[in-house]
T-cell receptor, first 115, second 113 residues
Framework: GAGVSQTPSNKVTEKGKYVELRCDPI?????LYWYRQSLGQGPEFLIY????????DSGLPNDRFFAVRPEGSVSTLKIQRTERGDSAVYLC?????????????FGEGSWLTVV | GNSVTQMEGPVTLSEEAFLTINCTYT??????LFWYVQYPGEGLQLLLK?????DKGSNKGFEATYRKETTSFHLEKGSVQVSDSAVYFC????????????FGRGTSLIVHP
């Protein structure tokens, strides 16, 4: 497909388990973003990749969260020792390049529920 | 830091009514400003944008003007349709640093026939 693809679309996990969320950006987009969205809130920034490197990870809430993008395309967001407060929609977005006027394109999100 | 403030929803209108959704921002320099829309069951998508002061973004009958003096980017539409029912997010991208988009909390619009 031509858009940003995220898997799984829904994930239910038990508290304390490890979770991986995958993002496949639009082909050729070098910039990739992860956001988290809670009910009734706007997207909250987590981490930004330019190519393979994390250019800005200032939004990661703690060291249970980390993300990789080893080949500059697909990215995986990893959450260790999940907590109920991690329940949210995790959004991935990509852009042709980072920049002031660039539009970012979102996937449909991965709904994570921690029980 | 950078922030975006949107009016609280839901905004409930009858079809063909005039729409305004207020958005103000806080940022240094000259950010770019965006409106994104999220239709039910879909991901966020760009509605319109403006990259400098006094620019007007427009799309699908929606308009917003970048007002530097009032730090605002209010969304307007002259005649809404039921199909416009969605959540609308105002966002900014700063003029420096990592160019990370910052979003408002969203405003839900419900249009009745």
């Amino acid at each position: 497909g031509a858009g940003v693809s995220q898997t799984p679309s829904n994930k239910v996990t038990e508290k304390g388990k490890y979770v991986e969320l995958r993002c496949d950006p639009i082909s050729g987009h070098t910039a990739l973003y992860w956001y988290r969205q809670s009910l009734g809130q706007g997207p909250e920034f987590l981490i930004y990749f330019q190519g393979t490197g994390a250019a800005d990870d200032s939004g990661l809430p703690n060291d249970r969260f980390f993300a990789v993008r080893p080949e500059g395309s697909v990215s995986t967001l990893k959450i260790q020792r999940t907590e109920r407060g991690d329940s949210a929609v995790y959004l991935c977005a990509s852009s042709p390049a980072g920049g002031r006027g660039n539009t970012i394109y979102f996937g449909e999100g991965s709904w994570l529920t921690v029980v | 830091g950078n922030s975006v403030t949107q009016m609280e929803g839901p905004v409930t209108l009858s079809e063909e009514a005039f729409l305004t959704i207020n958005c103000t921002y806080t940022a240094t320099g000259y950010p770019s400003l965006f409106w994104y829309v999220q239709y039910p069951g879909e991901g966020l998508q760009l509605l319109l944008k403006a990259t400098k002061a006094d620019d007007k973004g427009s799309n699908k009958g929606f308009e917003a003007t970048y007002r530097k003096e009032t730090t605002s980017f209010h969304l307007e539409k002259g005649s809404v349709q039921v199909s416009d029912s969605a959540v609308y997010f105002c966002a900014l991208v700063p003029s420096g640093g990592s160019y990370i988009p910052t979003f408002g909390r969203g405003t839900s619009l419900i249009v009745h026939p």
